[in-house]
């Protein structure tokens, strides 16, 4: 059961934008709408970010985004923010031979 | 108020057993499938195990199958992990996390509420 790629950092200034790539095969982020995001700041559980690919939890900001083409998903945050600093982790359904979930290796946002 | 809170973590032998308890409030937990998700020191997260809210569908990870085993009492509010043979690399925090959307096993809408993580140190 092999991890979803991501990059391990990105870094940004307050108000720009940056994407999060998340990079599977067809039996997971490619062949289901099921990539959910989430944020995890440091000595904290896991926040909900985006769900099916796209959608947002009530409560998070419109400045989270999501979108895929073929076995990539990616985050995008616009109008960056000091607090948006923390871990994000991608993760899919996955039909694999251990099927449900498996999650990306995580991403460093920095926000200079 | 929704809330999940894990307990059972601690120091144990490499080779020896522990049982993790999940104590859900503020929803209605047998409505909703539930997950065991762990996080070694420095590292990403990994899924354990999933329980759909009967207990008719359970998966593992590859890495836990056959030494780890979920379970639920919907009565109780509550979810399991049981955890015997355990290796130095089980070490992590474990948090328990509910699925946001019920559909089975066969789908995954997210895991909206996480709870605040037990710790298991797996050590000589």
């Given amino acids: 059961q092999s991890a979803l790629t991501q990059p391990a950092s990105v870094s940004g200034s ?3 934008s940056i994407t999060i790539s998340c ?3 067809s039996s997971d982020v490619g062949g289901y709408n099921y990539v959910s995001w989430y944020q995890q700041h440091p000595g904290k559980a896991p926040k909900l970010m985006i769900y099916e690919v796209s959608n947002r939890p009530s409560g998070v900001p419109d400045r989270f985004s999501g979108s895929k083409s073929g076995n990539t998903a990616s985050l995008t945050i616009s109008g960056l923010q000091a607090e ?3 871990d994000y982790y991608c993760s ?3 039909s694999s031979s251990t099927p449900y979930v498996v999650f990306g290796g995580g991403t460093k946002l920095t926000v200079l | 108020e929704v809330q999940l809170v894990e307990s059972g973590g601690g120091l144990v032998q490499p080779g020896g057993s522990l049982r993790l308890s999940c104590a859900a409030s503020g929803f209605t ?3 909703y499938s539930m997950n065991w998700v762990r996080q070694a020191p420095g590292k990403g997260l990994e899924w354990v195990s999933y329980i759909s809210s009967s207990s008719s569908t359970i998966y593992y990870a590859d890495s836990v199958k ?3 085993t979920i379970s639920r009492d919907n009565a109780k509010n509550s979810l399991y992990l049981q955890m015997n043979s355990l290796r130095d690399e089980d070490t992590a925090v474990y948090y328990c996390a509910r699925d946001q959307a019920y559909c089975g096993g066969d789908c995954y809408y ?3 509420v996480w709870g605040q993580g037990t710790t298991v140190t797996v050590s000589s």
Avoid: I
Wanted: glycine share 20%; aromatic share 14%; net charge negative.
């Fill in chain 2, 110 to 112: 997210g895991m909206d």
């Fill in chain 1, 14 to 16: 307050p108000g720009q």
């Fill in chain 2, 29 to 31: 937990f047998s409505s």
């Fill in chain 2, 66 to 68: 056959g030494r780890f």
């Fill in chain 1, 23 to 25: 990079t599977g095969t």
């Fill in chain 1, 84 to 86: 948006d600093e923390a």
């Fill in chain 1, 92 to 94: 899919s359904y996955t």
